[in-house]
């Protein structure tokens, strides 16, 4: 086991909150959220694993977000501004029905935008004492990241959702005073984005008390490289290679893979890594910091790229003719374990990984990762097949970016892969899902986590990303059904049989 970690031999599921029932057309942080950390402690379960938390860019993607501090304010609960007296019943009963299938996420925010209005008008009008001195503490305490990111959000919403490379030169890159007079001249639009992301985090930090009430861990997610078309870049181009337009001279993305034969052009601008080790990697430090005050732990997205990063040129169509650049290493987390004590890091180590990157993970003492969909091909034998597996390791039986299992086994596997997984789970293959999710369970890994669409056994309508396709991602919802007592029974078996 990790000495970072702490992780005991236990189980998690992965579910990202935009996922959860709720009649207000997406998933938050209300009742639902409560309903659903009860059904993960009945069961057993002591992790539950998020997506990264912030508010999406385009294609709703959590990992192309307009900022890496800020807040999904879609996952703000009407119900719980009900409760603070923000709202009235009647404004909460006029809300429009969505679709309960999937997150139609145009009409939610559409719709939501709406109410949050609403409630900073109410809130402006008759200020509630104690919210208001708790959203003044917020503002003082959060300013460093807060203050960027409502005035770029606002920003962007005055230039009808352009990129900030879009936007008038003085308030592109900042010249002078600028963007202090445009926001004193749009000071309520600034003041409604500050409002919304003390809510977010209002919420989500009553959201994490429940958790330790129902002895459940929070796993986030922090992805390595941000967006171009955020907050951050925005306010902190000197931290990234970028020209003197702001715009990327290289960016990221990874070489040719399992998921794609071209590789994956992420687009995202790539670090200075010299200007950050010059300050002692301050902005990274405050990144992290920041998303250990709302998890237990963090999953860090594409950790090899802190070993080397994959870099492409700016204006190739695809990632095929970049070059590895190596990243800061092992010094990145000196600086951290330096300010934070621990590193309470799980490392996503998966795709082209060399030597180097499995000597950093182990040498911080950070668990790795290890995918069952990717362990049955007969040769060579994967490393991921659970008779290889070793206990620094969180087992997944697919993640965010994989098809359900059911719907790889039906869609994806080669007739190899399932007849060796079928000899070796000794199955007919007709619960293939709650095979593999078995697999996981007993393996010596000290984490196994399970995507909830693999507990509900559905096929690849219920994926949640296809990794290089555009649209028609990070949709999925439960259905009531899912979260039958059947379903809870039987994973709370599997964790008792397997001592997790």
């Known amino acids: 086991m990790s000495a970072e970690m702490k992780i005991e031999r236990s189980a998690g599921v992965l579910l990202h909150p935009t996922s959860l029932p709720s009649r207000f057309g997406v998933g938050d942080l209300g009742p639902e959220a409560i309903g659903y950390l009860d059904w993960l402690a009945s069961a057993g379960v002591r992790w539950w694993q998020v997506l990264p938390l912030n508010p999406p860019?385009?294609?709703?993607?959590?990992?192309?977000?307009?900022?890496?501090?800020?807040?999904?304010?879609?996952?703000?609960?009407?119900?719980?501004?009900?409760?603070d007296?923000?709202?009235?019943?009647?404004?909460?009963?006029?809300?429009p029905r969505l679709p309960e299938s999937h997150v139609a996420y145009e009409q939610v925010a559409a719709s939501k935008g709406e109410l949050l209005r609403a409630a900073w008008a109410g809130f402006c009008?008759?200020?509630?004492?104690?919210?208001?001195?708790?959203?003044?503490?917020?503002?003082?305490?959060?300013?460093?990241?807060?203050?960027?990111?409502?005035?770029?959000?606002?920003?962007?919403?005055?230039?009808?959702?352009?990129?900030?490379?879009r936007w008038p030169e003085e308030l592109r890159l900042r010249r002078g005073d600028a963007v202090a007079r445009w926001a004193a001249e749009h000071r309520d639009d600034v003041?409604?984005?500050?409002?919304?992301?003390?809510?977010?985090?209002?919420?989500?930090?009553?959201?994490?008390?429940?958790?330790?009430?129902?002895?459940?861990?929070?796993?986030?997610?922090?992805?390595?490289?941000?967006?171009?078309?955020?907050?951050?870049?925005?306010?902190?181009?000197?931290?990234?290679?970028?020209?003197?337009?702001?715009?990327?001279?290289?960016?990221?993305?990874?070489?040719?893979?399992?998921?794609?034969?071209?590789?994956?052009?992420?687009?995202?601008?790539?670090?200075?890594?010299?200007?950050?080790?010059?300050?002692?990697?301050?902005?990274?430090?405050?990144r992290l910091e920041h998303a250990l005050g709302l998890l237990d732990a963090v999953r860090l997205d594409h950790f090899r790229g802190f070993a080397a990063h994959w870099q492409v040129p700016a204006g190739e169509t695809t990632a095929a003719r970049g070059v590895w650049v190596a990243g800061p290493g092992k010094a990145l987390f000196e600086a951290v374990r330096r300010k934070l004590g621990r590193l309470p890091f799980v490392a996503e180590d998966l795709g082209?990984?060399?030597?180097?990157?499995?000597?950093?993970?182990?040498?911080?003492?950070?668990?790795?990762?290890?995918?069952?969909?990717?362990?049955?091909?007969?040769?060579?034998?994967?490393?991921?097949?659970?008779?290889?597996?070793?206990?620094?390791?969180?087992?997944?039986?697919?993640?965010?970016?994989?098809?359900?299992?059911?719907?790889?086994?039906?869609?994806?596997?080669?007739?190899?892969?399932?007849?060796?997984?079928?000899?070796?789970?000794?199955?007919?293959g007709a619960e293939i899902n709650w095979d593999l999710a078995r697999l996981a369970l007993a393996s010596v890994c000290d984490l196994a986590v399970l995507p909830h669409q693999d507990l509900a056994g559905v096929g690849s309508e219920g994926r949640?990303?296809?990794?290089?396709?555009?649209?028609?991602?990070?949709?999925?919802?439960l259905a009531p059904w899912m979260l039958d007592e059947a379903i809870r029974d039987r994973l709370a078996e599997l964790i008792r049989v397997y001592g997790r």
């Not at 294609?59 to 996952?75: D, E, I, K, M, V």
């Not at 008759?126 to 807060?146: M, N, Q, S, T």
């Not at 990874?254 to 034969?261: G, K, L």
């Not at 790795?368 to 034998?381: H, K, S, T, V, Y």
């Open 57 to 83: 860019g385009p294609g709703r993607s959590p990992y192309s977000a307009l900022s890496t501090f800020a807040g999904n304010a879609l996952l703000i609960s009407p119900e719980r501004l009900l409760e």
């Open 85 to 95: 007296g923000l709202l009235t019943p009647a404004q909460l009963d006029r809300y």
């Open 125 to 165: 009008s008759d200020p509630p004492p104690a919210l208001a001195a708790e959203l003044e503490r917020f503002v003082a305490v959060h300013a460093p990241w807060v203050d960027d990111f409502a005035a770029f959000e606002a920003l962007k919403a005055s230039y009808g959702g352009r990129s900030w490379l």
């Open 191 to 286: 003041a409604f984005s500050r409002f919304c992301q003390f809510l977010f985090l209002r919420q989500w930090r009553a959201l994490k008390d429940a958790a330790v009430e129902r002895g459940i861990s929070l796993l986030g997610d922090v992805p390595i490289f941000v967006a171009a078309d955020s907050a951050e870049v925005w306010a902190h181009r000197e931290l990234f290679l970028l020209d003197d337009e702001g715009r990327p001279t290289a960016v990221a993305g990874v070489p040719p893979d399992y998921f794609s034969s071209t590789g994956q052009l992420w687009g995202n601008p790539l670090y200075d890594w010299n200007r950050h080790a010059a300050d002692g990697y301050a902005w990274w430090i405050a």
């Open 352 to 428: 082209t990984i060399t030597e180097d990157v499995h000597e950093l993970r182990r040498g911080l003492g950070l668990h790795g990762m290890a995918i069952l969909q990717f362990a049955f091909a007969p040769e060579p034998r994967s490393t991921y097949i659970p008779y290889r597996l070793s206990r620094d390791l969180v087992v997944y039986t697919g993640t965010h970016d994989n098809n359900t299992t059911l719907g790889w086994y039906r869609d994806e596997a080669s007739e190899e892969e399932k007849d060796l997984l079928r000899r070796y789970a000794v199955t007919d």
């Open 464 to 477: 949640m990303n296809t990794p290089g396709v555009g649209v028609g991602n990070w949709t999925f919802r």
